[in-house]
């Protein structure tokens, strides 16, 4: 799997008013898009999805897994973003055959990430009307974390050559009153468009730079991020494990080798007859 690294980097202004995160995603969601098949307008959609769900992880719960899901009301399609803090982030396109693409028209947001006790938090959002994924992010912050979050992601194309992605996050810390919250959102009017800084080759700290520009901050710390997948064949026999006896027994009197690929990653597993007798015995 490709070794090439994104990176992330949080920040506190100094009156403890606020954090921020920003991250630059763009060989992650290369990596994933070579992977799905995404087209047309879908393929932005599923890397601002991708990007949100690291943005969340990295602030919310940079030590554990988050998965964002977007899906359809009226249809079976979703996109699925799984951002992991030691495994990589990966991404699921799943779209019936009759539509290729994904309207985010009455779509809802589905976010999910354990939390330091082991309990599963999860919130569902609808995605606000004529709205994008950034807009589905700050609709899911205010109502299912119930924190004030300024947050935008951007995917950008050359014809469909992917060029960059990324975005930010600015959190109002609690106890601090609604007067900052107005002041940093009129200084996120002044930054402009997240796609024009993308486009420029902005990296993580120089969009903190520009977004915090004269308000004194602390770096707290970077990260790397990247694409990667957990997929392996013990976890593909762990999961054989759980069929019915007699679809076991059915496999291995065809004699054949099982073969299956990790639909996130495309990766290829042959598994032997002689493995599923194991799983037989242990059934």
Known sequence: MTATYDSS?????DDSAFRVMAVNTTQTVREALTRQPASGLTRKTFGDL??????????MSPSQRVQAILKQRQQTGSLVADSHPTEGTRGLVSLPATSPEFPLTSSMLQIMRRLQDGRMHQGVVEVPTAGDVSDALREYMRVSEQVDTLVAV???????????????????LPGVGQAPLAFMSERVREFGHIDVHLASGAEPRSMITALLEGIPYTELGDSQLRFGCWCS????LGALSTLPKADIDDFIQRGEVLEISCDYCQRQYRIPPSKLVGLQLES
């Open 233 to 236: 064949a013990e976890r593909l």
């Open 9 to 13: 980097l949080r920040a506190m202004t």
């Open 50 to 59: 991708l990007t949100g769900a690291v943005l969340v992880r990295e602030t």
């Open 154 to 172: 951007g995917t950008l194309f050359d014809g469909e050559e992917l060029l960059c992605a990324g975005g930010y996050l600015i959190q109002l």
